[in-house]
Nanobody
Framework: QVRLVESGGGSVQPGGSLRLSCAAS????????VGWYRQAPGQERELVAF???????TSPGSRKGRFIVSRDNDKNMIYLQMNSLQPEDTAIYFC???????????WGSGTQVTVSS
């Protein structure tokens, strides 16, 4: 039933910032884990950041302090604030939601982020 639609992608110079938004067509309160993955050409899809209903977050060490994930259950929105962007961050970014450990995953269709001079 729930669909995820990303927005906010685009092109930015190194050192710049972007904010990605993910709008859900229904309630996200039943999804314990929501957040973002990304995939560059020829690469495997990798985790960017998760946020749980408790407010706790998970992100690889290299992205801590640069990427900030948040959620608004009242508005059914998931956000990713990206700062100090580098060319290595260029990828398609996918919104993701999961009911719990081993639960069913829901994916958005992705939004392109390009970081270059």
């Amino acid at each position: 039933q729930v669909r995820l639609v990303e927005s906010g992608g685009g092109s930015v110079q190194p050192g710049g910032s972007l904010r990605l938004s993910c709008a859900a067509s229904g309630s996200i309160s039943n999804f314990d884990t929501v957040g973002w993955y990304r995939q560059a050409p020829g690469q495997e899809r990798e985790l960017v950041a998760f946020i749980f209903n408790t407010g706790s977050t998970t992100s690889p060490g290299s992205r801590k302090g640069r990427f900030i994930v948040s959620r608004d259950n009242d508005k059914n929105m998931i956000y990713l604030q990206m700062n100090s962007l580098q060319p290595e961050d260029t990828a398609i970014y996918f919104c993701h939601a999961r009911a719990g450990a081993g639960g069913t995953a829901v994916w958005g269709s992705g939004t392109q982020v390009t970081v270059s001079s």
